[in-house]
């Protein structure tokens, strides 16, 4: 008699009635923790989200400052974003609210403090001396827009210019504006008869604190006199103004202009320049002016004792230099260097040795901000030779299409792989230290190694040590070397299935315990890699042609067995289903003239020389089939202990055997189901025979993706082939039936109406070279998964299998029989059979994994790594341990009663947890209903297990396993775009990370240990340093004059003596980063130290504030009794009728 089975029977009234799904799984959760009495150790307490460090080049950048005690670079963005680099390692990212461009950035030198001025007309006060900076004062400007701002040494004013042409001063310490304002008008007087436009510049003399040099847009320098309130001279030019530097004397200024030109300007001979430089004009002959260039967008004038000064220029190249890249031109003497830049500068400042602008220079470097890099200059050896950049700057150096996250590594990797990327490295860099050294490292509190592995459109894999919240680039490996490229445009063949970047990466599989790579490709090509430490050359190049191909011909039946093309038998008659494919095809087109069997690249065919690191084991490219191209392959797996790889597409799957190099495996994916095909397949329709280019840098499932509501299948259940052929018939045609029913009933995604974030960019039936009613039948495999578990019921031990997941929700298991190890391994063939077991969830499988019976992750077996190009001269032992797997699952003698394996599958929609062998249901969550999972991953976190999942529309999500208890769900970040999508990975430790920018990686924490230890992990910005001493301005400078002069902008900026600015020009608004800001973010030790010296500095600077205010009470008290005295002395004498 067979056994009645309670959970079989919800899963069909789930199947037949979708109301009655909520007590369905009501009642396997209860049956199923009758079952399952593991215990669960992680509870929601374990769990906080937060980000923890951004990586990578500031994206978009539009400003720089550099604090030249603290050893500190600032680089503001256009989106608000504000990047502060210290010594490497040390690296702090924060972000204005209104995400307003960064126009201009100015340090309190040694202060710990920073001033941004943002294209809303904000400024705003960063506090730097704690681990995160924030916002101390902001102050908004509401008549006037902020062009330019000047804050001079050890002052506490700062110079605002604006649009208008005025010049308004802010008190840094209180943020509030002063009664001074500078009139364009005042400044100009009769100069001019028209409005000299924006402040571009602002300056105070060197020499003399008191004289301003005001540079306005229209070619105006003004030299104002603070004290006397009026101009001392004006300098008129014809060409517009860029910007305007000192030589360190105060004498002379330099100008640059929007012609190319440079001019050098007297103080005090304002009626014309002293010189007038052309830096790239070609002087004609007859003494003409040379021919104008493009404008000198900045000029820096610097000085050394020994030596001529160095004038330092961005821009004025001539117009005939088209194409020419942006260059630097550093004029030293009668030396000029042009140095080309790899994109155009957004701005450059010169390191120099002093802080002070009254001594020599002495300049040292030259930082260079690029749109797209930042480039340190050496200017003190010969040839002006680059630093080595330290900062993890270049993760863009080709586009990210996709990323992988490891924590928790084999501590022997990142050496091996920083050993033979240390090979790799450029030569000809400059030999001096790397000037940027500011900031203190935090305390390394995870000791775990972590590695993140990069995929980039130019076929490029960059693996990356990010152990302890840093970050730095191990090893690259260039994985296009290995195809013949085309020379032009012209000479390549029309084999591409895209326009552009036929090598670009889209689905990386790594096993860091063998080190095992595999990566799959947009031109449908996979490469698999051996780790070595030698050099080897390759002859010929082992590779494999499959034919992958979707074919139906039969409308009504849902089996679909005849394809034709095909050389594979039918999967339920031969267990052996073996197609070798193994030899380039000749032939390239088909009778009747259509491209066939041809691959998307060509293989170079001359031996390759390989370096150590990453070595080519194989090449496996889908070939064109009857004027079709390949479909891009959509998931991919490979296992070291089996010597297999697997991969997926919306076609079918191929599965290769890399050690015998043959195909062990070809199907349509139909062909996997057998006769348990439960979807109605529709005929293929007419397709484009080319994708639209970059498809393969979208998800990995675009354009294979079904709806999930158009087919409402059975939630589990499986195809066992006990069952008889006539109840399988009986209950596909009712599912036929249903799914009929509920494709009629609902609707395409694109008319639902809008339930979550589906109105942006990414919808979830996405656009692709598939039609729609082709996408309806094509079935993509969207996961694939190696393990040692039970592949059917009646199993009474575990075995190798391949567990296959697929777009519309079914898992199906492949079971593997490989021959002994050692040399038998490469004789006899590997045995591969699909075992008709069939489970079924709501939405795309995502992801699968196994536990034993406490809970704990089986991870897939694996060979451990050993060099492989070393002769062997083991005894068979050893190969025999090599075959053998090195995790295995764990078995008990009574396998039969206990139930000893549970599988863990998530969809876009639920998850399930299947106890293996019987294959029942007992737990299930249903993640989302108006969204989808866009990457699900199981991990380990406080030795424990979870899922954890982030949803289409926003929310990250962490579930307990095995039974599925919610235990996080935060709305972190809506999805935006496809970037996002496509790079977003969890790993162990409660680590993940996504790409935020182009540009720039973002990781967070969602384990709450890591977010209360990350305050101590973050490096320190701020270090107590002294400020290096004033230049002496020696015994005669002292006696006659002449040294620098000091100004007391207190008397003539402050409240008593400019009175108050008008209220309607400017709102201050405090901000959340004083102590309050530090309370809540800081922990342990450090913070409290931390904490107390903010406070002293807080007190220190509210007694300070006190004493200016009683300073300035007691002024007005003497001024008081001062025109009180005078007041009676004038009327002491007179009779009250001479008033």
Known sequence: MRKFNIR??????????????????????????????????????????????????????????????????????????????????????????????????????????????????????????????????SLKFNRERITFCHL????????????????HIVNVESFTLSGYVIMWNKAIELSSKSHPGPVVHIS???????????????????????KSKKADYRYTHDEAIHSVAWHHEGKQFICSHSDGTLTIWNIKSPAKPLQTITPHGKQLKDGKKPEPCKPILKVEYKTAKAGEPFIILSGGLSYDTV?????????????????????????????????????????????????????????????????????????????????????????????????????????????????????????????????????????????????????????????????????????????????????????????????????????????????????????????????????????????????????????GSNPQSIAPQSHPSTSSSSSDGLRDNVPCLKIKSSPLKQSVGYQIELVIQLVWVSGEPPQQITSLAVNSAYGLVVFGNCNGIAMVDYLQKTVLLNLGTIELYGSNDPYRREPRSPRKTRQPSGAGLCDINEGTAVPEDRCKSPTSGSGSP?????????????????????????????????????????????????????????????ALHFCETFTRKADTSPSPCLWVGTTLGTVLVIALNLPPGGEQRLLQPVIVSPSGTILRLKGAILRMAFLDTTGSLIPPAYEPWREHNVPEDKDEKDKLKKRRPVSVSPSSSSQEISENQYAVICSEKQAKVISLPSQNCVHKQNITETSFVLRGDIVALSNSVCLACFCANGHIMTFSLPSLRPLLDVYYLPLTNMRIA????????????????????????????????????????????????????????????????????????????SGKASRSLAQHIPGPGGIEGVKGAASGVIGELARARIALDERGQKLGELDERTAAMLSSADSFSKHAHEMMLKYKDKKWYQF
């Not at 182009?998 to 967070?1004: D, L, W």
């Open 8 to 137: 079989k029977v919800l899963d069909g009234l789930t199947a037949v009635s979708s109301s009655s799904s909520a007590s369905s799984s009501s009642q396997q959760q209860q049956s199923g923790n009758r079952e399952t009495d593991i215990p669960e150790t992680l509870q929601s307490e374990h769990f906080q989200l937060c980000k923890t460090v951004r990586h990578g080049f500031p994206y978009q950048p539009s400003a720089l400052a550099f604090d030249p005690v603290q050893k500190i670079l600032a680089i503001g963005t256009q989106t608000g974003a504000l990047r502060l680099f210290g010594r490497p390692g040390v690296e702090c990212y924060c972000q204005h609210d209104s995400g307003a461009a960064v126009i201009q950035l100015q340090f309190l030198i040694n202060e710990g403090a920073l001033v941004s001025a943002l294209a809303d007309d904000t400024l705003h006060l960063w506090n730097l001396r704690q681990k995160r900076p924030a916002i101390l004062h």
């Open 152 to 167: 001079p040494f050890q002052s506490k004013w700062l110079y605002v210019g604006t649009e208008r042409g005025n010049i």
């Open 204 to 226: 105070d003399n060197p020499m003399d604190e008191g004289k301003l040099l005001i540079g306005y847009e229209s070619g105006i320098v003004v030299l104002w006199d603070l």
């Open 323 to 571: 194409g020419r890249r942006p260059c630097l031109t550093v004029m030293h003497g009668k030396s000029t260097a042009v140095l080309e830049m790899d994109y155009s500068i957004v701005d450059f400042l010169t390191l120099c040795e002093t802080p002070y602008p009254n001594d020599f220079q002495e300049p040292y470097a030259v930082v260079v901000l690029l749109e797209k890099d930042l480039v340190l200059i050496d200017l003190a050896q010969n040839g002006y030779p680059i630093f080595e950049n330290p900062y993890p700057l270049n993760i863009h150096e080709s586009p990210v299409t996709c990323c992988e996250y490891f924590a928790d590594c084999p501590v022997d990797l990142i050496p091996a792989l920083y050993s033979v990327g240390a090979r790799q490295k450029r030569q000809g860099y400059s030999k001096q230290e790397w000037p940027i050294s500011g900031g203190n490292w935090g305390l390394i509190t995870q000791s775990y190694p972590e590695i993140i592995i990069t995929g980039h459109a130019d076929g490029s894999i960059k693996f990356w040590d990010a152990s302890a919240i840093t970050l730095q680039v191990l090893y690259k490996l260039k994985t296009a070397k290995v195809f013949e490229k085309s020379r032009s445009k012209d000479d390549r063949p029309n084999t591409d299935i895209v326009d552009e970047d036929p090598y670009a990466i889209q689905i990386i599989s790594w096993c860091p315990e063998s080190r095992m790579l595999c990566i799959a490709g947009v031109s449908a090509h996979v490469i698999i890699y051996r780790f070595s430490k030698q050099e080897v050359t390759t002859e010929v190049i082992p590779m494999l042609e499959v034919r992958l191909l979707y074919e139906i011909n039969d409308v009504d039946s849902p089996d679909g067995e005849q394809v034709p093309p095909l050389p594979t038998p039918g999967t």
């Open 722 to 782: 006990n069952n008889s052929d006539d109840d399988d018939d009986q209950k596909m045609n009712n599912f036929i039936e249903k799914a009929k029913m509920s494709r009629k009933l609902s609707l395409p995604t694109e008319l639902k109406p809008d339930l979550d974030v589906r109105d942006n960019s990414f919808s979830r039936s996405r656009s692709s070279s598939v039609t729609s009613i082709d996408k309806e039948s094509r079935e993509a495999i969207s």
């Open 982 to 1057: 496509r790079t977003f990975c969890f790993t162990n430790n409660g680590q993940a990370l996504y790409l935020v920018s182009p540009t720039e990686i973002q990781r967070i924490t969602y384990s709450q240990e890591t977010c209360e230890n990350l305050q101590e992990m973050l490096g320190e910005l701020f270090t107590p340093v002294e400020t290096p001493e004033a230049p002496n301005r020696g015994f005669f400078k002292g006696l006659f004059g002449g040294g620098a002069q000091s100004l007391d902008r207190e008397e003539l900026f402050g409240e008593s003596a």
